[in-house]
């Protein structure tokens, strides 16, 4: 093909381009799905259950349906067609039939003319509840007699990964416990959407959505409809993280919206919010390291177990990157991994930022500094030693043929300049830890430096074809050539409609890009997560304005030849003109009598399912992030500041450098919060902090300034080289700022978030027996056939037959 | 809802009067999260925030006089020698709440986490009430009488609270899981009073109310009389000094566990910001 790239095309390929939403969003101007409102709309409300685990003797709904302004309250019963719903197992109830399996479970709907009737009218609906024992423990769920969560079980998927020989000797071992905390995203939009019914019977959903065409294969069977019946729109995202990679409020407005005949709304409030999606699933994980006297790996175990709450979500692709990953970026020639993603009576557990990825780093980054002190060596040094490289084997036995600059990434971070020392004498207290709290002009304040390396997948899994769609098309306008480009991808605050944008600028050479709403009018372009869409539908976007430039080559040559010229050399497109062998040959529009317009489909290379040792070349593409941070740590109260964060990160390229440094430094945040304050705290499965007065995210005297630098090692094969960035600085940001605490204080901190009490002895490390026996593998299927989806998401992915 | 705009404060009493169910908004930083929450739902709103008399501070006859109406962020601009209420109004949420978020807001939710509230009884300030019947004073410490509890009667309003500047060094510090926008962990307040020669200190979110430290009081007053410090600020203190003081605070908690924190943390974290204050007061007061 001969298209070439265009450098001068403003805001392409590779420019801090401004955002296509930029403006909107400052202005607040843009609207977000909390937003939406229609004519003669209703207002949806859900009730939900207060027990982790009852059975429903019955409902009356009668009070709620006589109240004034109730136009429908809506059952399981009511459900017109599958009662449930799920992202890779359909486990999940629409609304409870007979019984509840968390705090915060749907168990009825309504809409009525106003959210003060709706609200009031859902207090009157009475559900009778015969409150079961709960398990909310992930090991308790493991242990004989434990109450089972669902007639299958309390395992969801169980991954053994067994690499080399698992009882290979070293000379060195060293040994750990660590946890992590349930983590929210802390979306500040919540979720909201709003159905529209239809003439023709079918239901318009407008929602706020990282994949549009997943939600309406769960969507659509439950409403009883064909998909081509249930069309979904993207109603503006404020932030996701995987938060709304499941499904919370669709079927519920859609149901109301098909009963009543009228537009429904439902916007949760930041409590139901807690309840509405799933969290980062809390981690226990044991390990064991064994080293060669001068620092190599030889052998290590790893026993993860996620608490994944009371249903599948994407569990079991959680817990199979936390078992794949489970080693971080090192050469480790034997291994025995065992990771069990359990069921418990907590709230459903499943994506967020990192996908599985940040537990285990949070584990193994632990591990390798107290390898390098049982070997009296530096951390970076025992790093360094162990990086992998391209052609390093994984321990599932992938062979790494992707770039894997891992230790470039190591020394670019620790080349990035430090923070000044404080100066001698009283400090600032609000640059101190306790910040505004005013509590230190110094006294008892030490510094500590932290390391930590990680690295993830970009794209989906394990043999899974997350094919990406776009239709891009060229027309004349008023003002020269202009491109459309329509792609279903779900832009989420990331960026990537801008990215989309840069690409086809750059393909097209023409600066003046608009995109189409993303809709299901097109085909699926997979979700906005896993760091994928730069590389999956910008690479659709890509081989669509190929296309179309090839049909445009054609007219080019064609009216040439009609005039009796050859034209010699390649063809480009720069500027809004066509050129050969770099010479101007005309304007593009007048080569647009007739539109032009291409549909295309990226596709990644082709993946394997790991195997029953857990083998397989399961992964497309892995990126890989160093951060160092520089703590302070007030040794009394127990207060601690992130003084600095110095980040290094294996993009490929930066299509968006600007776009970059913005998720690298939100990254670090979302790690920052892991490591120091943000847990969903639970009791007995009840969410005691369901609100931000008691769920705490990092304010701008939390973050620290963060110093990035952009590792640039194309990666073969993908377009442009690019690999995603979306995830890479959260996983590293917790450990490390955790490494520089135990190096300020000295003390063997295991849990994230570190606590004051735990940074001054007040709480011991958190301890653990012995870690529990390993399930059956591959044993029995953990999820009856008939809950399933079949072939599951992958059914998107097959190309229309239109 | 109704929402009540009276111009002066007379108007306003005269509506509290016939309609003691109407619930006061001041900066409507507590009252509209209770809405949100969907906690409250009162019949009607009355607005304060734009009663001249709340929203004036004045000196009178060596007195503070601080309305009800005057916001955190006005504070930090307009009080700068006041230190401890200046600490403590910086502390306060964001910049977003500190410009609305009024001290009489603070009264009229008595959080035993409300961060002017430690500054109100280190410094013995009384509260000044209105109905449309008349006024009375109390005694912050009689004022709130439990978490969440006033002595405030339906009929009246919050106009006020007094209290006597007090010459001598002082400071407020709260602890909080983060470095901002943070409801009290555990908070301190430090008042010395040169001339009466007391110590006066107050702890909040580690009890039920605002609670004083009687015997850390009366010892580091004792103490600081002895050394002669009184007199002299440049005389040296034994260093033991500040520990037992901070000791003898911490002594005076009666902190719970809850979600923002255990209760053991709370008690050592008044203990350390104690010993803190008192050191920096002394240094205050040397380099004056
Ligand atoms: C994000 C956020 C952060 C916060 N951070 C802090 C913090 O760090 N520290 C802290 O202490 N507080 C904090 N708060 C709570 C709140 O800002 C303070 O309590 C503030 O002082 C309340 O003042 P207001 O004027 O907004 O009160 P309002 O919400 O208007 O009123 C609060 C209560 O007082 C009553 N009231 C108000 N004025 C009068 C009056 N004149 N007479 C009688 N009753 C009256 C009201 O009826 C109501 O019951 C925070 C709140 C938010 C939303």
């Known amino acids: 093909m001969s298209v070439g790239t265009l450098r001068r095309t403003r805001g392409g390929v590779g420019s801090s381009a401004r955002r296509v939403d930029g403006v909107p969003k400052v202005k607040g101007a843009f609207q977000y799905g909390s937003d939406l409102w229609a004519e003669e709309m209703l207002w949806g409300q859900t009730v939900r259950s207060p027990h982790a685990h009852a059975r429903i003797r019955g409902v009356d709904i009668a009070k709620a349906l006589s109240y004034p302004g109730v136009r429908a309250v809506l059952l399981a019963a009511d459900v017109p067609g599958r009662k449930t719903f799920g992202l890779e197992f359909a486990d999940q109830p629409v609304l409870a039939q007979d019984r509840v399996r968390y705090v915060g479970e749907p168990v009825a709907i309504l809409a009525a003319v106003d959210p003060e009737v709706a609200r009031r009218a859902a207090e009157r609906v009475v559900v009778d509840y015969e409150v079961l024992p709960a398990v909310t423990d992930m090991e308790e769920a493991l242990r004989p007699g434990a109450p089972q969560v669902h007639e299958y079980g309390n395992v969801l998927h169980h991954v053994r990964i067994v690499h080399g020989d698992p009882d290979a000797p070293a000379d060195v071992w060293v040994e750990g416990y660590y946890e992590t905390a349930m983590q929210d995203q802390a979306i500040l939009g919540p979720e909201a959407g709003m159905a529209v019914p239809a003439d023709d019977g079918g239901v318009d959903l407008y929602v706020a959505t990282q994949w549009l065409h997943v939600d309406r294969q769960q969507v659509a069977p439950c409403l009883g409809l064909p998909p081509e019946k249930v069309r979904l729109h993207l109603a503006g995202v404020g932030g996701a993280f995987g938060a709304r990679e499941d499904v919370s409020m669709h079927i519920h407005a859609c149901m109301l919206a098909l009963r009543t005949g009228r537009p429904v709304r439902i916007v949760y409030s930041r409590e139901e919010s807690f309840f509405g999606h799933v969290h980062r699933h809390p981690s226990r994980v044991w390990m064991r390291h064994g080293a060669t006297r001068d620092g190599r790996l030889v052998n290590v175990y790893a026993r993860v177990l996620l608490d994944g709450g009371a249903y599948a979500s994407s569990g079991a692709a959680v817990i199979t990157n936390a078992a794949t990953f489970a080693t971080g970026p090192y050469e480790v020639p034997n291994a025995l991994v065992e990771a069990t993603r359990v069921f418990t009576h907590n709230p459903p557990c499943g994506a967020m930022r990192g996908f599985g990825a940040p537990q285990v780093c949070f584990a193994h980054e632990a591990q390798m500094d107290r390898l390098a002190q049982a070997l009296g060596m530096d951390p970076a040094r025992v790093r360094l030693q162990n990086a992998m490289k391209t052609g390093s084997v994984t321990i599932t036995g992938q062979v790494v043929r992707g770039s894997a600059p891992v230790r470039q990434v190591i020394e670019r971070c620790l080349a990035l300049p430090m923070p000044e020392e404080p100066a001698a004498g009283p400090r600032d207290p609000q640059a101190l830890p306790g910040g505004a709290g005013n509590v230190s002009r110094g006294e008892g304040v030490r510094r500590g430096v932290g390391i930590a390396v990680g690295y993830k997948n970009i794209a989906y899994s394990g043999g899974f074809d997350d094919s990406a769609e776009a239709r891009v098309r060229v027309f004349r306008t008023a003002d020269g050539p202009a491109v459309e480009v329509h792609s279903a991808a779900a832009e989420v605050g990331e960026g990537l409609h801008t990215v989309l944008v840069q690409v086809a600028r750059t393909e097209l050479g023409i600066e003046h890009v608009t995109l189409h709403p993303p809709d299901t009018a097109i085909g699926s372009a997979g979700s906005t997560s896993a760091s994928r869409q730069t590389m999956m539908s910008g690479g659709a976007v890509q081989l669509a304005c190929r296309a179309v430039a090839e049909e445009l080559f054609r007219r080019v040559r064609a009216r040439a030849a009609s005039a009796g010229r050859t034209l010699r050399g390649e063809l480009t497109l720069a500027d809004g003109r066509v050129l050969a062998a770099g010479e101007p040959v005309g304007e593009v529009d007048n080569y647009l009598d007739e539109p032009i317009e291409a549909r295309r489909t990226y596709h990644h290379r082709p993946t394997q399912p790991l195997d029953e040792r857990g083998q397989g070349d399961v992964h497309v593409t892995l990126a890989f992030a160093a951060q160092r941070a520089v703590v302070e740590v007030d040794e009394e109260l127990g207060l601690a500041r992130v003084v600095q964060l110095a980040s290094a990160h294996d993009v490929g390229r930066a299509i968006n450098p600007q776009g970059v440094e913005g998720q690298i430094e939100g990254g670090a945040a979302m790690g920052l919060g892991l490591a120091l304050m943000e847990e969903v705290q639970l009791d007995g499965g009840r969410i005691r902090n369901a609100s931000f007065t008691d769920y705490l995210i990092p304010t701008f005297l939390d973050m620290p300034p963060v110093v990035s630098a952009v590792v640039e090692e194309p990666e073969p094969g993908v377009p442009y080289g690019a690999k995603g960035v979306g995830e890479m600085a959260t996983l590293v940001a917790t450990p490390a700022i955790v490494a520089a605490l135990r190096a300020a204080t000295g003390r063997p901190l295991n849990r994230a978030p570190v606590r004051p009490d735990d940074l001054i002895g007040l709480a011991p490390p958190v301890a653990s027996g012995p870690p529990p026996p390993a399930p059956a593998v591959p044993g029995p299927r953990p999820v009856p056939h008939y809950h399933g989806l079949d072939a599951g998401q992958q059914e998107l992915m097959r190309p229309e037959s239109d | ?288």
């Open chain 2, 1 to 288: 809802m109704e929402v009540l705009l009276p111009r002066t404060l007379d108007e306003a009493l005269a509506i509290k009067a016939g309609r003691p169910e109407a619930v006061p908004i001041a900066g409507g930083t507590d009252l509209m999260v209770a809405l949100n929450f969907d906690r409250a739902r009162p019949p009607a709103l009355l607005d304060v925030s734009r009663l001249p008399e709340l929203r004036q501070w004045r000196r009178k006859e060596g007195w503070l006089v601080l309305g009800a109406g005057v916001t955190y962020a006005r504070i930090v601009r307009e009080l700068p020698e006041v230190v401890p209420l200046v600490q403590a109004a910086r502390s306060v949420g964001s910049p977003q709440i500190r410009n609305r978020g009024t001290v009489g807001g603070n009264l009229g939710t008595a959080s035993p986490a409300g961060d002017a509230l430690p500054v109100l009884a280190a410094y013995d300030a009384e509260v000044e009430l209105a109905s449309a019947g008349g006024r009375r004073t109390v005694p912050f410490n009689e004022f709130m009488v439990g978490p969440k509890k006033t002595v405030l009667r339906p009929d009246e309003l919050i106009v006020a609270t007094h209290w006597r500047f007090v010459r001598g060094p002082g400071s407020f510090s709260k602890v909080g899981t983060r470095n901002a926008m943070v409801i009290a962990v555990a908070s301190v307040c430090l008042v010395l009073d040169e001339a009466g020669h007391t110590v006066r200190v107050a702890l909040g979110s580690v009890g039920p109310t605002i609670l004083r430290a009687p015997d850390a009081e009366r010892f580091v007053a004792g103490a600081l009389a002895a050394a002669g410090w009184w007199d002299d600020p440049r005389a040296t203190l034994p260093a033991q000094v500040a520990r037992e003081f901070g000791e003898r605070v911490a002594a005076a908690a009666r902190p719970i566990d809850d979600v923002r924190g255990t209760a053991a943390y709370r008690r050592h974290a008044c203990g350390v910001l104690a010993r803190r204050a008192l050191v920096w007061a002394l240094e205050a007061r040397r380099a004056a």
